[in-house]
């Protein structure tokens, strides 16, 4: 913590360290080449699926805890957990203008928060990285659900062990419905079914250390988990399911696409459902990103096997150039499928441009190193500033729109950039990719920007008075400083 200090009230003279070792070029600590990924290593994809335990969040209490964790045959790790379970924790369902009740308990043997990932909540009720609960303390968590119906998700959030805590297994869905959404006819029940893909380093069990080249370009594993379980497998009937994707990593980017090369339905992203479906063969979700699918495998029959898998991408150095299978499916039931396609889901409204009172613009293609060897202190910036809880580094109105820039055309790492307190919508993609993707036509709540791209999105800031933060959900990026405040007054 004292060289953390030193590092951010010596700033001017730090900044001049990132001139000496070249951070707009791509840095390789161990002063090699091209800094790579660990690649994934391909396991027998014969574990049943985990599905977390649903809890009702009225009247609910959780503890984040330690323990011992089997995630698949021979696998056994020490890991995190919340409530039941002893990686991950279970799934939270609220509809929509509920209530939220529950009482959250510390047993892990240091300070955590929990972050209500995508949810538009009160400022002491976010998970801001300072507010936190010491071990063996207690906090109660109270608020309506404001949200549309769909896919978030909550997990610790205090400054500087972010990644560590998410990394050994904090994290769980929290998924909102509605009448309206229910009144659609979508797949329900055992077919409606929650993902989150992780890739885990294992070779030494569960342990998060990383190095100088993981501080730069984040945490990768070689074993993918998907509800904590590595080489899953899910026995489905011939119909459709619902299949909702999270990207729970720290760092890696998955490009989810069907073995078969078939295509799927998507229906909702960060935000919820979007207004009718799209068709798509891909998804390319970044750390934290959502997607909402159809999957429909009623023309398949009774022994047939496919996968859920990550096809390679172009964008990066670091990452993108391996395929990999994720998870997979097993036809195990000839059915009569009763679920519905509906034509219309739930209308978007679109934030007109000619509402914005400003545009501020944001400089995220930065990154400094502090010290030598392999423990260095890699610091990822926005602006050139990383977090301090007692700064003040934007100030907005509630109740107004504005244009936010993520600028990241001088940088060489990917960055999901995570806004808390609402959902906002991307306006457009320069340089890279240079298009607005099929998933990010809805309301987002992280958006992705690979190096060369400049994308800008418009938000509508809610009545929330407060202290907030928007940072990199590239976990590594964050907790080493990649965060700023926002104030909303």
Known sequence: MKLLTFIKISFGFAWCLVMLFSCNGHMNMDMGGTVSARNVTEQTFSNPLAVPAVLDGTNATLAAKSGTAI??????????????????GPTIRLQQGAQFNLTFSN?????TNLHWHGLEVPAKQDGYPSDLTQPGGTFVYQFTIKNRPGTYWYHPHPDMATARQAYRGLAGFFLVSSPEEEALGLPSGAFDVPLVVQDKRLDGGLVYDPNTNDR???MFGETVLVNGTAGAMLEVATRTYRLRLLNGSNARIYNFALSTGAKFQLIGTDGGLIGAAKEISTVLLAPAERADVLVNFGNLTVGTE???????FDGTESQGKQFFKILKFKVVHQVTDDSNMPTALMPVEKIPESQSVTTRSFDIGHMMQHGNGMNNMIMHTINGKTFDANRRDELVKAGTVEIWEFDNTK?????PMHLHA???????????????EPWEYGWKDTVLAFPGEKVRIIVRFPDLKGKFVFHCHN???EDGGMMLNYEIQ
Do not use: C, D, K
């Open 71 to 88: 995630l698949g045959s021979r696998i056994t790790v020490n890991a995190l957990g919340y409530g039941g379970a002893a990686i991950l």
């Open 107 to 111: 047993n892990l043997s240091e300070a």
């Open 216 to 218: 730069s370009i984040g």
């Open 306 to 312: 496919l996968y859920l898998q990550s096809n390679a």
């Open 411 to 415: 940088g060489t790492e990917t960055h």
């Open 422 to 436: 609402g959902s906002f919508q991307v306006l457009s993609r320069t340089g890279g990719r240079g298009l607005i």
């Open 475 to 477: 976990l590594e990026h």
